[in-house]
């Protein structure tokens, strides 16, 4: 009961956390997103330069951890001259991270739409972006919302990394509470819950998407 | 730029010290959620109806909660109820059950695609279940499940330095270290990266090799 009369007075910087966790989730899903499609059209319709470099940067963020590059950016940058606040490293760190791994989910559906569509939108006149465009992606967007969402729900759990650069995120904030009152354990399990709570609303968010672009009579699970 | 690389290049083998310690980390951690995943998959397919729920709710929480959360509760929370496991057990039991979630879901995978037609043939043959389960259906299994392991493990490898928020000595704080005294994050964090990124790309290749090793020529698995 102390806790909840200690947790009212930090209602409003609870608040802040979640709503700056909510945005680096959302902020870096959505420009990972944009980042992730050029990336795998260079690697699957890209030039060899092209296709090298994509793969290059995928290899390179996916083999080194997180919280490594974000105190490359965060630390590691300034010293170039480049000075930013811990959440816009943050911010860039995880914008890097979720593109890298949403373009290798989207790779993932690509490759799952046989080449003969590619060869039939030739045969009736679309040129190779058309194709892509108009046949192509939407296929293979609708193939990859489940892994696409794994993505999120991993952006999700993972922005509490930022805590370790300072920015003022929801762990943080458990953090200054947990430390000022002494409620370590009831703090962290109660933080752990909207942890929770967050992933459940991202997945039925993300269900409702795959419902509503769900084309009746395009089943795919069959190609699976 | 010269100067930096002698630098870097000098006090390599410092930094170089903090990976012995990452590997026993990920390589614990990975042994504990190797251990609760078994028994966790096994009692999600042959468990009875309220252990399988119960067992699914298990996967479900740590699979969501983030791991760092897990570590604070288990550093700083648990001591509350009189359990104070130090910073290295600690990091070992956060990162063993977020990943127990994920392996689980990897050797269920494994098991299941293991048609249940090879259970009954074992016994068909008079072997027992638990002969059958030894000889026929886990030697089956630890392959199938072996690209899922890869996976996890360098996932781990990757949230070990995670440790660093609870006063771990392992790369990162070894490069905070040489950073306080010559002021050079940005030469050192690359190199710590660096290391992260070859230990990654070593234990990758390790588990393709193991893996290739253990094909069995003819024995097909289709994805």
Redesign the interface.
């Known amino acids: 009961m102390k806790f909840f009369a200690a947790l009212v007075d930090y209602l409003p910087a609870f608040g802040h956390g979640l709503w700056l966790t909510v945005a680096l989730t959302f902020i870096a899903a959505a420009i990972g997103f944009i980042a992730s499609i050029p990336l795998v059209l260079a690697i699957l319709y890209g030039r060899k330069a092209w296709k090298l470099l994509a793969k290059g940067f995928i290899t390179?963020v996916r083999?080194?951890?997180?919280?490594?590059?974000l105190?490359?950016i965060y630390?590691?940058?300034?010293?170039?001259g480049l000075r930013i606040n811990p959440f816009v490293a943050a911010l860039i760190g995880f914008i890097l991270n979720s593109a890298a791994y949403q373009a290798e989910y989207l790779k993932g559906g690509f490759l799952a739409i046989t080449t003969e569509q590619m060869e039939a939108a030739y045969s009736i006149g679309l040129t190779k972006w058309q194709a892509v465009r108009f046949i192509i992606f939407p296929q293979a967007f609708r193939f990859a919302i489940p892994a696409l969402s794994n993505e999120i729900?991993y952006l999700?759990?993972?922005?509490?990394?930022a805590?370790?650069i300072q920015v003022p995120e929801l762990?943080s904030q458990?953090?200054f509470f947990?430390s000022d009152t002494f409620f370590?354990?009831e703090?962290?399990?109660l933080?752990?819950a909207v942890?929770?709570a967050l992933?459940?609303i991202v997945s039925k968010l993300t269900d409702a998407l795959e419902k509503k672009l769900y084309i009746p009579g395009f089943d795919i699970s069959h190609l699976r | 730029m010269l100067e930096s690389l002698v630098y870097v290049l000098t006090n390599f083998p410092l930094l170089l010290k903090g990976v012995w310690i990452a590997v026993l980390i990920t390589v614990c951690s990975m042994l504990l959620g190797m251990v609760l995943g078994i028994a966790v998959a096994f009692l999600r397919i042959y468990g009875k109806k309220p252990v399988r729920k119960a067992v699914s709710v298990y996967e479900?929480?740590f699979r969501?909660?983030?791991?760092?959360?897990?570590l604070?509760?288990v550093y700083?929370?648990?001591?509350?109820?009189g359990l104070n496991l130090g910073p290295f057990l600690s990091v070992v039991l956060a990162l063993g059950l977020c990943s127990s979630a994920y392996q689980a879901q990897i050797y269920r995978g494994a098991i299941l695609s293991i048609g249940s037609e090879q259970m009954e043939a074992g016994l068909s043959l008079g072997m027992t279940k638990t002969q059958t389960l030894f000889h026929i259906i886990l030697p089956q299994a630890v392959r199938l499940s072996l690209p899922g392991f890869t996976n996890e493990f360098t996932i781990v490898?990757?949230?070990?330095?995670?440790a660093?928020?609870v006063g771990i000595t392992e790369?990162?704080k070894y490069?905070r270290d040489l950073?306080v005294t010559s002021?050079?994050?940005?030469e050192?964090?690359?190199a710590?990266?660096l290391i992260?990124?070859v230990l990654?790309?070593l234990f990758f290749y390790l588990f393709k090799y193991v893996a290739g090793r253990y094909t069995v020529p003819g024995f097909l698995i289709n994805e």
């Open positions: 390179l083999g080194t951890p997180l919280l490594v590059q105190f490359f630390y590691g940058l300034p010293a170039l729900i999700v759990k993972y922005t509490s990394v805590y370790i762990l458990a953090k947990a370590h354990l703090t962290y399990l933080i752990g942890y929770l992933i459940w | 479900w929480i969501g909660l983030p791991q760092l959360v897990m604070f509760i700083f929370g648990l001591p509350e109820l490898l990757k949230d070990s330095p995670l660093y928020a790369i990162l490069g950073i002021f050079r994050p940005f050192i964090y690359l710590c990266a992260y990124f990654f790309q």
